[in-house]
């Protein structure tokens, strides 16, 4: 059974209708794996309650169908015979049910028991999450706005789509990204409460200034978290025919005879249009006013501009044939500008004035001269006589006139101002009439070429340059070309350019064609981009002009920084253990350059591929990619590399040593005692405070998680030793004494001092024995071998001596014996080792005690030993002790002994005097018998010590749990 979620199933009884069906409402949240519980049926509509415990014990519970439209019974699933309902699948409420604000799936269950039968009406609310995107039918779209659009026009834009309806999940709003001066948003509500977006124009828009726009429409909803999505919009300026064309002059002039040949193209004439396609387009046509007769003398090519003749021409006397002619562009609506066309036809025909054009200069006039400047002479023959002979002659012409010097001669001279600019040259026409019937004229024209003063400034053909160079590109790389014109002609019309001084270190110019060149490289990361200006100056006199542009030069990125760490080497610290991704630190670099160029990614050498580490290439995070272990490895050091993304890579590299640190993860280690080497033997003689034996341990952490601590946690030994804490030594705490001679357990524990103290126990057994006191000479002989091999070499030479004193001893003692035959037999009854050997003298007595069975291990080997405790005493007290007998069992059931003795005169630990012990009794004098019998005494004792010392070497057999004193009832 899956666990309950509470945050997301509310319980709701909505009712119960009578006795057949009743209603049960639940509420769950979309997409949660399943199962989850929704509830108990027969509890939350109150079956269990309303009907009899024994009907409800065998009640099945089932899904009913009522149809395929609303059977979501697949969705759930519901335990038979407890009626638990839960979900058998995740719930998508989008699909279930797509843009519903209630999203209800109606279950209907069966309760069945024999004759009983109920069904339950089961409701379960789906809430809503935030898990989708409001979404755009399109990732772009494409706007085409007029350029002559008024402010605040709205255009509207294609609506995202939010599959999810929770009130804060759904769409919530629009924004711009970037904000836009040119553009806003309008919003609204529609009918079926989604949002109408439109696109708002904020500010007047100019094809010629920028052709297009592109903004990012970002849908938001309100969720947490939120979600987005994005639509570019990308907006054409649409030109506007905004522009009239524009003629080459306001007026045409053009002379003919009266007999040209009809299709000659007596003129051609010319305007243009600044705006874009068929805006731009400019077509020809004459206006239908002031003067509809002359349409039908002449015609003009719509595209061309050319005039032709298509009529014979007639003279007649008056106006020249003046024409309008327009030019239309094809815009909508068209816009269009008028000119003149002025064609004078000449008489052929009779006897006409003769006119003779004298012109002064050449014809050619400053355009600086003033008015009444003379410019030709003109006289006038008319072959007829009197009135037919007698002619008046006049020039129609804004800006020249005829003044009278004769009835034959005339002067031609300037009557407004001269504009070379606005016309190279003029055509001045001077007509002659004379008085006959029908009267006689005649026409003459002539040209004034107008000549260019410097009046006109250069201009350059735009006001801003844009350029652009690479960086690190050797000097003399051309950066762009500035044009100017200068409307006068000649030398006042030749230009020559100049940069300004302040730049003329890094750019050169080509005075004659306005090539710009660079001196000297750039450096983008010094200098991103230079503005400069350029002058043109014409060679005009007295005073040349001049004009002003300005030039910016982007310097473009090329790929010459390399990365560049903020720090030469990073020390990060982590904790071992830690599970992969881990994050350990994050390195940074950056790059002076931009774009790619400046985009980096970090990477480890492939030396580093078996590292526990890998890096987020983008971000240079570091993370560790499985546990580490301090104790494998302490610290690591790897080589960050920093990449930019340029077409010929750069690159640095940084170092980065991570210290791993310890946590207290390691037991401690015991080196000694190990297994089958805890006994430690401890000899009776050592001295209180001297060390017995150490326990050796180590942990591999560090720190306070690898420093030990030692101490005894269970013990036998009767505070008889103690342990430092620090260093495992174990020392003596005591003197030892002789119950203290037998074997000990001590439990050490070893603990580190980490937070959590892991420990480690070892059993250390310390097995006090005794040990016979070694003469000097003993103890001597281990000392050097040298001098072992000189008293072996000693002894040799010695041993025949002690062999020849021995023999020598035997026979004076043989010879004693011969006198005293008493001591031989006293001598073997009192050496044969019986279960109890006394020797006595007056009171003194060898005594068996308490004889009993022990088993000791010598070398992990068990052997059987018969212990027997023996006192001897005397009364002189010079050769009394205590000596043990053990007598080893053999396999062939031989009995051999052991025997150890401890005299007075070295006091053994192990012999304390009893306290109810008399004292020594006062020494009497001896008499001459007793003489006798202490000889025989003293032979026993030597020969009873003779055996003892033949058994020496044998190990000491002991009980630890008994006493070495001799009862009192057995002394003798």
């Known amino acids: 059974m899956a666990s309950i979620l509470p945050y997301s199933l509310v319980l709701v009884i909505f009712g119960i209708s009578c006795c057949q069906c009743q209603s049960v409402a639940y509420n769950t949240a979309e997409e949660v794996l399943p199962p989850v519980y929704l ?8 079956l269990s309650s309303t009907i009899d415990p024994s009907i409800l014990a065998n009640i099945k519970f089932s899904f009913l169908s009522v149809g395929s439209d609303s059977d979501n019974s697949d969705l759930f ?52 999450r935030n898990d989708n995107s409001p979404l755009f039918p399109m990732n772009s779209t494409s706007l085409s706005i007029p350029e002559d659009a008024n402010i605040n026009s709205t255009f509207p834009l294609s609506s995202a789509l939010d599959k999810d309806m929770g009130e804060n999940n759904s769409l919530k709003t629009y924004v711009l990204e970037p904000p836009s001066d040119t553009f806003g948003l309008l919003l609204g509500r529609k009918i079926d409460e989604t949002l109408e977006v439109n696109l708002v124009l904020t500010q007047k828009l100019d094809r010629e200034k920028v052709r297009s726009y592109r903004v990012y429409l970002v849908a938001k909803d309100g969720g947490l978290p939120q979600r987005s999505s994005t639509m570019t919009i990308n907006v054409a300026v649409q030109d506007i025919n905004d522009n009239k064309p524009r003629f080459s002059y306001s007026q045409y002039n053009v002379t003919i005879q009266e007999d040209i040949t009809v299709g000659t193209t007596i003129m051609k004439v010319s305007a243009s249009d600044d705006d874009d396609g068929q805006n731009g387009v400019v077509e020809y046509q004459f206006s239908s006013t002031p003067n509809g007769e002359s349409q039908k003398l002449f015609s003009i090519n719509n595209n061309t501009g050319e005039v032709k003749v298509i009529q014979q021409l007639t003279f007649t006397s008056g106006e020249p044939h003046r024409i309008v002619v327009s030019a239309i562009d ?249 599970n992969a991704d881990f994050v350990v630190g994050t390195v940074l670099a950056t790059d002076k350059d931009i774009g790619s160029n400046a985009a980096i990614v970090y990477t480890l050498p492939f030396s580093y591929q078996n590292a526990p580490f890998s890096i987020n290439p983008s ?32 690159n640095s590299s940084c170092t980065v040593t991570v210290t791993v640190l310890d946590e207290n993860d390691e037991y401690p280690h015991i080196r000694f005692p190990n297994r089958g080497n805890e006994s430690i033997k401890v000899p009776h003689t050592t001295l209180p405070n001297s060390i017995v034996t150490q326990v050796e341990a180590y942990d591999k952490d560090e720190g306070e998680n690898g ?151 010598d070398n992990n080997n068990l052997t059987s030993h018969e212990v027997k405790k023996v006192s001897f005493s005397s009364d002189d007290q010079q050769d009394s002790g205590i000596f043990m007998i053990g007598r080893d069992v053999g396999p062939n059931g031989v009995v051999s002994t052991n025997q150890h003795i401890y005299a007075n005169h070295h006091q053994s630990p192990y012999n304390s005097q009893p306290e109810d012990t008399p004292p020594p009794r006062p020494r009497r004098e001896k008499k001459p018998s007793d003489l006798h019998q202490e000889e025989v005494n003293r032979m026993a004792s030597i020969n009873f010590h003779q055996k003892l010392i033949n058994n020496y070497n044998k190990p000491l057999v002991y009980h630890p749990e008994e006493t070495f004193s001799v009862p009192e009832e057995t002394r003798c």
Request: proline letters at 4%; glycine letters at 4%; aromatic letters at 8%.
């Open 619 to 650: 971000t240079g995070e570091i993370k560790t990619n499985r546990r580490l272990d301090r104790e494998a490895k302490p610290s690591y050091t790897l080589s960050v590399m920093a990449t930019d993304r340029g077409v010929s890579p750069k």
């Open 707 to 857: 420093t030990l601590r030692y101490s005894i946690v269970k013990r036998d030994d009767d505070n008889l030793f103690y342990i430092d804490a620090k260093t495992g030594q174990i020392y003596l705490f005591r003197k030892i004494e002789s119950f203290d001679i037998k074997e000990f357990s001590l439990f050490i524990d070893v603990s580190d001092q980490g937070a959590v103290p892991l420990k480690t126990g070892v059993e250390v057994r310390l097995f006090v024995e005794y040990h016979a006191i070694p003469t000097v000479a003993e103890q001597k002989i281990g000392q050097n071998v040298l001098i072992a091999i000189t008293i072996a070499c000693v002894t040799i030479v010695l041993s025949l001596a002690i062999l020849v004193t021995i023999f020598l001893i035997k026979r004076v003692d043989n010879n004693k014996r011969k006198r005293l035959p008493n001591v031989e037999s006293i001598d073997q009854h009192e050496f044969q080792l019986p279960d109890t050997v006394q020797y006595n003298s007056k009171k003194s007595c060898l005594t068996r005690e308490n004889s009993h069975k022990t088993y000791l291990t």
């Open 77 to 128: 699933q519901i335990n038979e015979n407890t009626g638990d309902l839960e979900t058998k699948s995740k719930l998508d409420r989008e699909a279930l049910c797509p843009f519903q604000k209630l999203c209800v799936l109606p279950l209907r269950i069966g309760a069945n028991s024999g004759t009983f039968f109920r069904t339950i009406n089961v409701n379960i609310s789906i809430s809503d």
């Open 330 to 578: 094809h815009g909508f609506p068209a816009l269009s500008s008028q000119a003149f066309i002025n064609i004078h036809v000449v008489d052929v025909n009779n006897h006409a004035p003769e006119i003779n054009i004298n012109l002064l200069s050449g014809g050619k006039v400053s355009e600086s001269s003033n008015k009444g400047t003379v410019i030709a002479y003109v006289a006038v023959v008319d072959r007829d006589t009197g009135k037919n002979g007698q002619v008046k002659c006049k020039i129609i012409h804004p800006k020249f006139q005829l003044h009278v010097l004769s009835n034959t001669e005339y002067k031609v001279v300037v009557s407004d101002e001269l504009d070379r600019e606005e016309n190279i040259e003029y055509i001045v026409k001077v007509y002659c009439e004379d008085d006959g019937i029908p009267k006689q004229n005649k026409s003459k024209s002539f040209i004034v070429q107008v000549l260019d003063t410097n009046d006109n400034e250069p201009k350059f053909d735009r006001d801003l340059y844009n350029a652009t160079i690479t960086e690190n590109k050797a000097p003399g790389q051309m950066i762009t070309k500035v044009t100017a014109s200068d409307s006068d002609q000649e030398n006042n019309a030749e230009v020559h350019y100049a940069i300004e001084p302040n730049f003329r270190s890094k750019f050169e110019v080509d005075s004659s064609t306005g090539i710009i060149r660079a001196k000297v490289e750039f450096d983008r990361e010094q200098e991103s981009s230079i503005t400069f200006k350029v002058y043109a100056a014409d060679n005009g006199t007295p005073v040349p002009l001049t004009a002003t542009a300005t030039v910016k030069l982007n310097i473009e990125d090329d790929n010459d920084e390399f990365p560049t760490f903020n720090k030469s080497s990073y020390n990060f610290q982590v904790m071992e253990n830690k």
């Open 39 to 46: 509830g108990n049926v027969a509890k939350d509509s109150n």
